[in-house]
């Protein structure tokens, strides 16, 4: 290529930027100190600058389709959530590659008690992909028809469906805290 942008290697085999807009993010990568505690900026911008693009803050944009809409009406019909009623989505698991990142199952029942006990204008959804079916399980089962469980292996779009139909979204995963920014919710990221 003619323009190269981001990393590649030098004649050693040793991984360099190989544009002026790369330095930044390449920094980042080489000491811990400025990525971890001199660093003010975001991921967004500084891959924006290695890429040579501008940076413009857009804000994250999820469209759901007709007929997701429509699902998602139908839903909380079944599962009886009101325009009155206050949702609590608790996303409660993460990639099995950072398993630290999330709560523990106690700290969930814990948390989640602590909210059914405001009143009864709240109502827990427990949100999670297919590695989360059996915790959502364990969780679900101390709270027998008190919260919401919602299908974990019907992927990424129905799993959207269901991050929707919360008010606030409490998640240690930062898929799930992107979609809820995306889904305009308040979050709550545990990490």
Partial sequence: AKKKLGF???KDGKIIPMN???NYNFNLGMDDYLKFRVNQRTGQDYLAETFELDYKRDEY???FTKEELLFIENYKKNVGITSSDYVVGFNTGCSHLYPNKKMTIGQHIYLIEKILALGKG????LLGGPEDTERN???HSRFTKRIIFTSTNQGVRK???FENLANVVIT???FGMHL???LKKYVIAWF
């Fill in 8 to 10: 590649g290697l030098n």
């Fill in 20 to 22: 002026t807009g790369a």
């Fill in 61 to 63: 944009v999820f469209n």
């Fill in 122 to 125: 709240f109502k827990i959804v």
């Fill in 137 to 139: 399980r364990e969780i």
């Fill in 159 to 161: 799993g959207a469906c």
């Fill in 172 to 174: 240690g995963d930062s």
């Fill in 180 to 182: 809820a920014i995306a």
